[in-house]
T-cell receptor, first 109, second 110 residues
């Protein structure tokens, strides 16, 4: 199994600012995934992050809005840029086969 | 676009009742997973089913994968308040790409 931690656990941000979310895994993994869970909704995959290459984004998500870093096999960051209230969600990182971090609850005012 | 529809969307039942949650798609998946998520936490993996027609049991929970690997069901026997949560199915395609279902929010009343 994998233990995943995320920082921060929650934050309240002002419109137009950016927030970087960190994800740390207790073992080396090839692929890490970032998901968004809007209030009361299911999970939507934002992107897949592989170490040493650019992230692969899903339809509706772009690198300028959600830049991702993957500097090594245990760590990744997701930045939510130029935030608006519509970005208020829980952001989760994940590794196969089905391990999730506790999530970062973001509220944008 | 692959979609996974879950039904019912909401379910409120009394302790001791049985229930079934359905997860349906028009797409074929290599495997399907079920998760439970509680408020303030990430989803927790309950089971992975791989073979068409496969049935897995986890205490009072019974999971079934459809013969064509397009649908699945989760049956809970004698539900307890501790079963309360958001239940999510997730179809797995290639390279561990998960497509999550629309979710079923279950509340079990004592």
């Amino acid at each position: 199994s994998a233990v995943i931690s995320q920082k921060p656990s929650r934050d309240i941000c002002q419109r137009g600012t950016s927030l970087t979310i960190q994800c740390q895994v207790d073992s080396q993994v090839t692929m890490m995934f970032w998901y968004r869970q809007q209030p009361g909704q299911s999970l939507t995959l934002i992107a897949t992050a592989n170490q040493g290459s650019e992230a692969t984004y899903e339809s509706g998500f772009v690198i300028d809005k959600f830049p991702i870093s993957r500097p090594n096999l245990t760590f990744s960051t997701l930045t939510v840029s130029n935030m608006s209230p519509e970005d208020s969600s829980i952001y989760l990182c994940s590794v196969a086969p089905g391990y999730f971090g506790p999530g970062t609850r973001l509220t944008v005012l | 676009t692959q979609l996974l529809e879950q039904s019912p969307q909401f379910l409120s039942i009394q302790e001791g009742e049985n229930l079934t949650v359905y997860c349906n798609s028009s797409s074929v998946f290599s495997s399907l997973q079920w998760y439970r998520q509680e408020p303030g936490e990430g989803p927790v993996l309950l089971v992975t089913v791989v073979t068409g027609g496969e049935v897995k049991k986890l205490k009072r929970l019974t999971f079934q994968f459809g013969d064509a690997r397009k649908d699945s069901s989760l049956h809970i026997t004698a539900a307890q308040p501790g079963d309360t949560g958001l239940y999510l199915c997730a179809g797995v395609g290639g390279t561990y790409k998960y497509i999550f279902g629309t979710g079923t929010r279950l509340k079990v009343l004592a």
